[in-house]
């Protein structure tokens, strides 16, 4: 009987995903700030620079965007368990079209981030603490 339980949850895993990433999407606001479970927030700024690419804020996800992420997460599912995965994402996109989407929070000390980013069929993932982003745009 226990061994029917993980069969049925994985069926149930990609529609719970699905709408996960839609509800995060239909509440995005285009405020510059993140809140955080905690109650502090993430300054997330209106564009930023990192080697050379210059990086937009955007208002909101396009439904390709959310099929992309969701689709990701379906064959990544055990990302979804990641502590830094909480809230709402912030998307940024590139000149080029490739796209990040950012979620931060507080740590003890600094920021703790993750971005999911796509890049035509390569997708990276990236963590860590300090500042989010690169340099702000001037």
């Known amino acids: ?4 339980l993980p069969v049925r949850f994985l069926g149930i895993t990609p529609l719970l995903l699905v709408a996960v990433c839609c509800c995060c999407f239909s509440s995005c606001s285009s405020s510059d700030v993140e809140s955080t479970s905690n ?9 930023f620079e990192e080697a050379g690419t210059k990086w937009t804020k955007s208002a909101t996800a396009t ?8 689709g990701y997460f379906m064959k990544n599912s055990s ?14 996109t590139s000149p080029n079209g490739t796209k ?3 979620w931060g929070r507080h740590g003890a000390e600094t920021p703790e981030w993750l971005y999911v980013q796509f890049e035509g069929r390569n997708v990276t993932v990236q963590e860590g603490t ?3 982003l690169g340099s702000p745009s001037s």
């Open 39 to 47: 109650g502090q927030a993430v300054s997330f700024s209106a564009e």
């Open 79 to 92: 990302l979804v368990e990641n502590p830094h995965i909480a809230g709402d994402p912030t998307l940024y």
């Open 1 to 4: 009987m226990s061994s029917q």
């Open 100 to 102: 990040r989407f950012y």
């Open 130 to 132: 300090g500042p989010p």
């Open 63 to 70: 439904e390709s965007d959310l099929k992309m992420l969701s």
